[in-house]
T-cell receptor
């Protein structure tokens, strides 16, 4: 089973709302990621969790708050977003270390901030 | 740092062969990966080269030459469904940094 599932698939939120994106994988991967992707651009790394601990935060604004409740789940809490935050948010997972050369992406959550 | 260069767009005819090149500047990496992304979809893994040479997976092949800092993805017997964006990516040795992506190549397959 090489599947990463994300919910919701589509989300429209106002700039004052609080919402969360959720991600789940059951491949036993201990590295999980959040990427942001704008149209016609490559995925842009936001956060990396390794063994449920945040290991990389690519200078992401605090209105994005990641959380890793356990080794299978990854959340991205959203608060006070801006219209320019509208994008496809991709969760991904991989093995760690030298074996982690293939990243498996979820289908993504399309976020529109109005 | 790492940077990967790909052509932004490629057009090819159905049934033909197309090669998408990826040149890179990086201080050291585990291997070169290729991902496919259809419009409205998520990136899906296609191929990975840890060593120099050719890796073949059905109609798709990928090649890496570390000495030339160069790789490519070869798509044979093109089908309309191959129209998508293709990204090359490397995973640097340093720290926990995951994949670094090229800017992507938009492949259009025409009849």
């Amino acid at each position: 089973d090489t599947e990463v599932t994300q919910t919701p698939k589509h989300l429209v939120m106002g700039m004052t709302n609080k919402k969360s994106l959720k991600c789940e994988q059951h491949m036993g991967h201990r590295a999980m990621y959040w990427y942001k992707q704008k149209a016609k651009k490559p995925p842009e790394l936001m956060f990396v969790y390794s063994y449920e601990k945040l290991s990389i935060n690519e200078s992401v604004p605090s209105r994005f708050s990641p959380e890793c409740p356990n080794s299978s789940l990854l959340n991205l809490h959203l608060h006070a977003l801006q219209p320019e935050d509208s994008a496809l948010y991709l969760c991904a997972s991989s093995q760690t270390g030298g074996a982690g050369n293939t990243i498996y992406f979820g289908e993504g959550s399309w976020l529109t901030v109005v | 740092g790492q940077s990967l260069e790909q052509p932004s767009e490629v057009t090819a005819v159905e049934g033909a062969i197309v090669q998408i090149n990826c040149t890179y500047q990086t201080s050291g990496f585990y291997g070169l990966s290729w991902y496919q992304q259809h419009d409205g979809g998520a990136p899906t893994f296609l191929s990975y080269n840890a060593l120099d040479g050719l890796e073949e997976t059905g109609r798709f092949s990928s090649f890496l030459s570390r000495s030339d800092s160069y790789g490519y993805l070869l798509l044979q017997e093109l089908q309309m469904k191959d129209s998508a964006s293709y990204f090359c990516a490397v995973r640097p040795f340093s720290g926990n940094t995951p994949l670094v992506f090229g800017k992507g190549t938009r492949l259009s397959v025409i009849a």
